[in-house]
């Protein structure tokens, strides 16, 4: 059975473990650290685990952004395309950023990771 050696930052307290190569992030939380309020839900990216990074990073992509801050800020006053058609062409320069930032599918992503 193969083996590695993880190092890992849970709550801000770093963590070094030897974890069986076939074992998933939930379980590691849950038993060798006993942070039971992790949701046991891989099949169904219930826990959020494998979508929390890239969403953060997104987050802060847009953050550092201030087009894409423009963008997301002029867009929401909305109520028609046409008015997203004038704030895409006003502040583009971020429409890159805060697609994918809306794509990560994490709504509370921007306020979680400090970001945006």
Do not use: K, W, Y
Not at 21 to 37: C, I, K, M, P, S
Not at 40 to 57: M, N, P, Y
Not at 90 to 111: I, R, V, W
């Amino acid at each position: 059975m193969s083996t590695h050696h993880i190092q890992v930052t849970v709550n801000g307290v770093p963590q070094e473990a030897e974890v069986e190569a076939r074992r998933l992030l939930v379980h590691f939380l849950r038993e060798d650290l006993n942070l039971t309020g992790t949701h046991i839900g891989c099949d169904t990216t219930s826990c959020g685990a494998c979508i929390e990074r890239a969403c953060c990073a997104q987050a802060a992509a847009c953050a550092a952004n201030t087009s894409c801050i423009d963008l997301a800020n002029c867009a929401t006053a909305c109520t028609d395309s046409a008015c997203i058609d004038a704030c895409v062409e006003a502040h583009g320069a971020g429409l890159a950023d805060l697609e994918a930032l809306l794509g990560c599918g994490n709504a509370s992503c921007a306020t979680d990771c400090g970001g945006a």
